[in-house]
T-cell receptor, first 110, second 118 residues
Framework: AQSVTQPDIHITVSEGASLELRCNYS??????LFWYVQSPGQGLQLLLK??????LVQGIKGFEAEFKRSQSSFNLRKPSVHWSDAAEYFC????????FGKGTRLHILP | DTAVSQTPKYLVTQMGNDKSIKCEQN?????MYWYKQDSKKFLKIMFS???????INETVPNRFSPKSPDKAHLNLHINSLELGDSAVYFC?????????????????FGPGTRLTVT
């Protein structure tokens, strides 16, 4: 069965530091991959998506993600985080429906 | 303008009661969804509707019954509420089912309804 694994439940980084959130997927064909962000008390918002083409995908809010087929990974990155980036981040893969990972909670130190 | 709205935002009720959550989208999308997010933030799809037709019906107790009166609305009715139903329920919509390579399947989420069953 298709699945998404986010190995880190919590990540803490200092404001201004770089960020990488890990995501591994299990999918037989070419995956359609997504990263969503959920701010406290809010619904999910799409950050970026990968369908095909360039494996480095640019998203909103300064985020990017790189699809690596050989590693079955789709890690999310940001060169310099802001306090407002503190949120829950979900990686997802599309099958006949979207399957979400269990999320990574990002904490930002001042 | 709110794209996907849900009412109520909070719902506190007792075991055994019947309650409904309403969802409306003004994006002109064809497909709508209900998700359940548990206390550990795990997000799982419950139902999806495309043009008022049920497409996905995951393993959900039949106490949960979605109803789509038109493309812009997908309501969730829950009978005989149980403690385990306490969660945040999210409605979402997308332009299409995303089954063709040309379709984006980007989903837009509502703000959620926090259901607490006591």
């Amino acid at each position: 069965a298709q699945s998404v694994t986010q190995p880190d439940i919590h990540i803490t980084v200092s404001e201004g530091a770089s960020l990488e959130l890990r995501c591994n997927y299990s999918y037989g064909a070419t995956p359609y991959l997504f990263w969503y962000v959920q701010s406290p008390g809010q619904g999910l918002q799409l950050l970026l998506k990968y369908f095909s083409g360039d494996t480095l995908v640019q998203g909103i809010k300064g985020f990017e993600a790189e699809f690596k087929r050989s590693q079955s990974s789709f890690n999310l990155r940001k060169p310099s985080v802001h306090w407002s980036d503190a949120a829950e981040y979900f990686c997802a893969v599309r099958d006949d429906k979207i399957i979400f990972g269990k999320g990574t909670r990002l904490h930002i130190l001042p | 303008d709110t794209a996907v709205s849900q009412t109520p935002k909070y719902l506190v009720t007792q075991m055994g009661n019947d309650k409904s959550i309403k969802c409306e989208q003004n994006l002109g999308h064809d497909t709508m969804y209900w998700y359940k997010q548990d206390s550990k933030k795990f997000l799982k799809i419950m139902f999806s509707y495309n043009n008022k037709e049920l497409i996905i019906n995951e393993t959900v107790p039949n106490r949960f019954s979605p109803k789509s009166p038109d493309k812009a609305h997908l309501n969730l009715h829950i009978n005989s509420l149980e403690l385990g139903d306490s969660a945040v329920y999210f409605c979402a919509s997308s332009q299409d089912l995303g089954l063709a390579d040309t379709q984006s399947y980007e989903q837009y989420f509502g703000p959620g309804t926090r259901l607490t069953v006591t």
